[in-house]
């Protein structure tokens, strides 16, 4: 013999300007989209700002300083 359950809707005991909520749980893929978007955030953190991995800052700097001498070197009279 197996058991119907039925999942009813439970109305939460508190209300707020006149609405009811569902007391409803997540779907689980939003659950997982929420966990997997916090565990993208801690490793942007430590990539970019974190251990130094992420050179782009190093490389862009030193691509304006050889631009910089670039154009300070042709604007110079001869």
Known sequence: MTENKQIKDVIRPYMVDGIQEYDNPLPPWWV???VLC???GFIYVIWVHGFGWN???DELHKV???HAAFIKEKSAPL
């Open 55 to 57: 050179r782009l800052d």
């Open 64 to 66: 304006q300083l050889s």
């Open 32 to 34: 997982w989209m929420f």
């Open 38 to 40: 916090i565990a993208f």
